[in-house]
């Protein structure tokens, strides 16, 4: 029998707005949970796979960044994004009850609340990119402009 294709919520979400995406799974490596990992696990270029990270501003609150998995996350652009002085990284143990999942499975859809969202510029250098789905080992595949269609998210420089 064969076995039953994963689906998440942030799927779910996807499908019934109407947005095309692929999904790609891959077997998670416990030891290294890093997007770059996941990109040559998948045989996507680095720059294609882009991972979620979650911030807090000082007068903004919760913030979602997008960017690609080998750049950081610049902390000051971010700020100036977002109309903020200042912005540092959640804990890790705050991930899971803002958003709803877990560390390397942190997708931009579906969190438990809409936060605001930053899609790194670079995005657009590519056809599609690849994102959490929500659960560690799944990727989805998109147009940028769906995603940030999507999440509302505003498409800046973010990265360094």
Not at 10 to 22: Q, T, V, Y
């Amino acid at each position: 029998m064969a076995e039953k294709p994963v689906v998440t919520n942030a799927m779910r979400l996807l499908k019934a707005a109407g947005i095309d995406f692929e999904t790609r799974e891959y077997e998670v490596d416990e030891s290294d949970l890093s997007g770059v990992h996941a990109a040559e696990v998948l045989g996507l270029p680095p720059e294609q796979v882009f991972k979620t990270l979650v911030l807090r501003g000082e007068k903004q609150g919760i913030l979602v960044c997008v960017l690609p998995v080998e750049l950081e996350v610049d902390l000051k652009k971010l700020a100036r994004a977002a109309g903020d002085k200042k912005v540092e990284m959640i804990h890790m143990k705050e991930l899971l009850p803002l958003t709803g999942y877990i560390r390397g499975g942190c997708s931009p859809v579906g969190m438990k609340k809409k936060y605001p969202t930053f899609l790194d510029e670079t995005c657009e250098l590519c056809d599609r990119i690849a994102v959490s789905a929500g659960q560690r080992g799944v990727q989805m595949l998109l147009r940028p402009a769906d995603l940030a269609r999507y999440v509302e998210a505003k498409i800046c420089d973010i990265a360094q």
